[in-house]
């Protein structure tokens, strides 16, 4: 079983920024491939980011490339979001995803229903 905690969110001016980390518990996501998303009032789920169990592919959504940066520190259990030059159109509650498959591979996956495992999300709000 993986239980996913996200934290880092909060209030910001636009062009901030902000770190998110999201914590797993449970052996088993060590080398899961993971995943960012957010959903912001009325609009559907959106991908941010992914990075293989590996660490060493990534994938970004096109709104957030060159701001934002996905990591992974395998050996605290832990998957990084930062984000830089904020802004108002990225308000939204975030949150992390964990695929248990393809461990330490160099898979990683844009859609959200590949991912069985989710935080509870981190509320992010920019001001403009």
């Known amino acids: 079983q993986v239980q996913l905690v996200e934290s880092g969110g909060g209030l910001v001016q636009a062009g901030g920024s902000l770190r998110l980390s999201c914590a797993a518990s449970?052996?088993?996501?060590?080398?899961?491939?993971m995943g960012w998303f957010r959903q912001a009032p009325g609009k559907e789920r959106e991908f941010v980011a992914a990075?293989?169990?590996?660490?060493?592919?990534?994938g970004y959504a096109d709104p957030v490339k060159g701001r934002f940066t996905i990591s992974r520190d395998n050996a605290k259990n832990t998957v990084y979001l930062q984000m830089n030059s904020l802004k108002p159109e990225d308000t939204a509650v975030y949150y992390c995803?964990?695929?248990?498959?393809?461990?330490?591979?160099?898979?990683?996956?844009?859609?959200?229903?590949?991912?069985?495992?989710w935080g509870q999300g981190t509320q992010v709000t920019v001001s403009s």
């Open positions: 995803a964990a695929n248990l498959n393809n461990r330490y591979g160099s898979v990683w996956y844009r859609q959200s229903t590949t991912y069985p495992y």
């Open positions: 449970g052996r088993t996501f060590s080398g899961s491939a």
């Open positions: 990075i293989s169990g590996s660490g060493d592919s990534i």
